[in-house]
């Protein structure tokens, strides 16, 4: 067991969004009483790396970080996959747009 009274919030970048820094976040909050607060913090760098900026690193921490991750950021994963869906589909309609001739469907707002 280690010391769990320490001040996740600390740790929030100034230009970290809202869903970026709850995604790190609430990984921290997941296993701040069992992990010391050096290395959850660098884990937590680790695992919004890998989700965010799609970076690899040795197969152990891979594996360590994806462990960790399984009862983390759901719903950022969920809204990741609905912005996605809308944006296949966007580029979809916009490529069928131009092979058929006509102008491109209106941008969506979010």
Known sequence: MTEA?????KYRSPYESEDHWFLKRDFMLAHQDRIPEERLVC???V????E???CKYPAKTMEQVAYLAKEVGGSYKEKKKTLLKRTFVGAA???GAKVSG????KKQSC
């Not at 009274?5 to 919030?9: I, L």
């Open 5 to 9: 009274h320490w001040d996740v919030e």
């Open 43 to 45: 884990l937590a760098q």
């Open 47 to 50: 695992y919004f790396n890998i």
């Open 52 to 54: 965010l900026m799609g």
């Open 93 to 95: 309609d916009a490529a």
């Open 102 to 105: 006509r102008s491109a469907p």
